[in-house]
């Protein structure tokens, strides 16, 4: 069993749901990515989404984008991120990190060269958005044989041809995208999560996370009740924006710390 499979059944044991936030590797510097990792377990992270910077992040909104601009900016690379994971990993191995990105940079580097990498750094997932799960059906295996969950993502459009494909490829947990549009757009259709999460459970059989749109503790608690985690990202990456470096890892888990709070309320 995976590090994120536990994660999922230790908080299902307990009623709880997984928080799983997302910051962007080496933003706005490569040496404040360890804190910022550290303070949102503080604040109460069940597993981290590590986001892969990349020059042209499609499925990403503009505060996103700004951020792998920084990141890029300031010398961030995939090498770079894993050597901030095992970093990380000196200090905590228990939650698990999940990196979130693009084709470009596992070509690059070669699939199996990637995996093997991220492995040995401490990675426990990849969720790579421009890999659809019927056409990387080899990476998904190399991913799983090595030891690494292969996530996938689906959305309100997705078709049960599609959830067959994940349950398929995927391990670990699905993302679901709450609304048609990029990261930290629109509003959710909370009635359309609530229709939907139940027949993803039921097609693909492992918990479900959702993302997109989340963007405070109310929105957050809602979804808790509904899913099996909450994603949330372009909101943290805001709070770093608007601090100073010394200030941001403290906000960011005072942020988080009020998500947890609300989240927790909900499922007592």
Known sequence: M???????????????????????????????????????????????????????????????????????????????????VKAFRAGNTETPVVLMGYANPIEAMGAEPFVRAAVEAGVDGVLVVDYPPEECLGFAATCRSLGLDPIFLLAPTSTEQRFADVAQAGSGYIYYVSLKGVTGSATLDLEEVARRIPLIREKVGMPVGVGFGIRDAATAASIARLADAVVIGSRIIEEIENSSTEEAPARVQAFIRDVRNAMDEVVR
């Open 2 to 84: 995976s590090r994120i499979q536990e994660t999922f059944k230790r908080l299902s044991a307990d009623g709880r749901k997984a928080l799983i936030p997302f910051i962007t590797a080496g933003d706005p510097s490569p040496a404040l990515t360890l804190p910022l990792m550290q303070a949102l377990v503080a604040g109460g992270a069940d597993i981290i989404e590590l986001g892969v910077p990349f020059s042209d992040p499609m499925a990403d909104g503009p505060t996103i984008q700004r951020a792998s601009e920084r990141a890029l900016a300031a010398g961030m690379s995939t090498r770079k991120l894993l050597e901030i």
